[in-house]
């Protein structure tokens, strides 16, 4: 049988930070009479006829029950005193930029995951300091100091457990996880909390029996590749703390996708249709998340027997819309002429990215 080696890499020093609701925090800053209050930036759902979805949303409105990916007509009916506010991403995305220069101060190893979001190498740093969770310290005053906006912090030797501490306490948090801790803090995390672990493979492992990091150290090696090739090999290892991928600078984003594959197939238009709108406000969501517009849409389609087409579409005008996404997903669907094929895969993404500006 074939045996990988475990090699744990835990010289180096990795912080995460993930500001505290973002947008929903920037209107607050900018209108003080919202502090307090249930922010909820999405098109309001009494305007749009209930249309959109929910962005971010400040911590008031989280008790609620309202969180980000909701539709806007769920948070309104789940939070009635909400105070609904459109995006005003170009402002977002000028505070995005001068988060991301607050981090160069510190290192140039930087991997921003999103608008709000980042990993920093700080092994080597430009004031030399050798210990990280002063650094995240020195970071998260910087922003307060400046930007008015909080953020949560994760330290450790790698980013997947970086990025598991920054979630451990929020909002202005500072979490660190140690060699001798990742164990058992591992043990006991749901899995999923395990970052990276799509909904899709934890019902499957729900399946076979794992629900927190201790049943997944019960799984053998080999069973886990078989049921999920490399990202098995990889769980395999996040499970013992072990992730040794590298803080990757420069990481230009060249598309918005999202995708999914149904055990049972699908024949009917109405199934398809319905899929194509979950995807599109997944995608939407992202698009958000991200700060981006995109003018070309591709539709990717696997049918029963494993034929994959892609087909796309060049718009006039860029879009993030979830409607717009959507009907002309619909439109390239349907110019496919494939009826009862059986589907087993859809996936939409949007490319030709630009900045969101405006709104
Ligand atoms: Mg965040």
């Known amino acids: 049988m074939l045996i990988f080696p475990l090699i744990n890499d835990i010289s180096r020093k990795i912080i995460h930070i993930d500001m505290d609701a973002f947008f929903a925090a920037i209107e607050v800053r900018d209108n003080p009479s919202l502090r307090g209050k249930p922010v909820i930036i999405a098109r309001d759902p009494r305007q749009s006829g209930g249309r959109g979805v929910v962005s971010t949303c400040s911590y008031e409105a989280r008790e609620f029950g309202v969180h980000s990916a909701m539709s806007s007509k769920e948070a309104y009916e789940r939070c009635p005193q909400g105070i609904f506010i459109s995006g005003h991403y170009d402002k977002y995305l000028k505070v995005g930029q001068e988060l991301r220069e607050i981090f160069f101060r510190y290192t140039d190893l930087v991997e921003p995951m999103s608008i709000d979001e980042a990993y920093l190498d700080v092994t080597e740093n430009k004031l030399g300091i050798s210990s990280a969770v002063k650094i995240a310290k020195l970071i998260q005053y910087d922003i307060w100091n400046e930007l008015k906006l909080t953020a ?13 501490a920054s979630d451990m306490e929020k909002p202005c948090g500072l979490t660190l996880i140690r060699p001798d801790d990742a164990a058992s803090i591992l043990s006991e995390l749901p899995i999923e909390k395990f970052y990276g672990v799509g909904k899709k493979s934890v019902e499957r492992l729900h399946g076979m029996g794992v629900f927190k990091g201790s049943d997944l150290l019960e799984i053998p090696e080999m069973t886990l590749i078989d049921k999920f090739g490399r990202f098995g090999f990889d769980l395999y290892r996040k499970a013992r703390g072990i992730s040794n991928s590298p803080v990757k600078t420069h990481r230009i984003r060249k598309s918005v996708g999202k995708e999914r594959t149904y055990g049972k197939l699908l024949y009917r238009l109405e199934d398809v249709n319905k899929e194509l709108s979950s995807l599109a406000q997944r995608v939407a969501v992202s ?29 006039d005008f860029p879009t993030a819309d979830q409607e717009e996404i959507l009907r002309i997903s619909e439109e390239i669907f349907d110019s496919l002429g494939e009826t009862n094929k059986g589907v087993r895969l859809l996936g939409i993404t949007l490319t030709n990215l630009e900045d969101k500006v405006g709104e």
């Open 152 to 164: 949560s912090a994760g330290v450790s030797y790698n980013k997947f457990l970086a990025k598991i």
């Open 287 to 315: 698009l958000d998340k991200h700060g981006k517009v995109g003018r070309t849409i591709v539709i990717k389609v696997r049918y029963a027997d494993f034929t994959t087409l892609t087909k796309r579409r060049t718009l």
